[in-house]
Nanobody, 115 residues
Framework: QVQLAESGGGLVQVGGSLRLSCAAS????????MSWYRQTPGKERELVAV????????QYADSVKGRFTISRDNAKNMVYLQMNSLKIEDTGVYYC????????WGQGTQVTVSS
């Protein structure tokens, strides 16, 4: 069965960095785009970044452009989110997402940015 497992969240100060990882299994990983979403307090879950199946195409939410970088390693069935220059408003639960074609979510990893 499809499984997505996020890791790498934590507590970081404003301006700091974190790297999130998502381990995927149960499907042909290299065939599908992968995404990161986040749910911040009081808001709906939002798309943060998406990467094409071979990594050549990436898209970002305006709020994270220039600060976050999504990448993938198809040999390891992994997708990453490098987050730099973190802001208070980046605090939330970050989810790995795949549509293969049914939508799957990981359990989420908490990111807390403090001043």
């Amino acid at each position: 069965q499809v499984q997505l497992a996020e890791s790498g969240g934590g507590l970081v100060q404003v301006g700091g960095s974190l790297r999130l990882s998502c381990a995927a299994s149960g499907f042909r990983f290299s065939n599908y785009p992968m995404s990161w979403y986040r749910q911040t307090p009081g808001k709906e879950r939002e798309l943060v970044a998406v990467i094409g199946s071979f990594g050549g195409v990436t898209q970002y939410a305006d709020s994270v452009k220039g600060r976050f970088t999504i990448s993938r390693d198809n040999a390891k069935n992994m997708v990453y989110l490098q987050m730099n220059s973190l802001k208070i408003e980046d605090t939330g639960v970050y989810y790995c997402h795949a549509r293969v074609p049914v939508t799957y979510w990981g359990q989420g990893t908490q990111v807390t940015v403090s001043s």
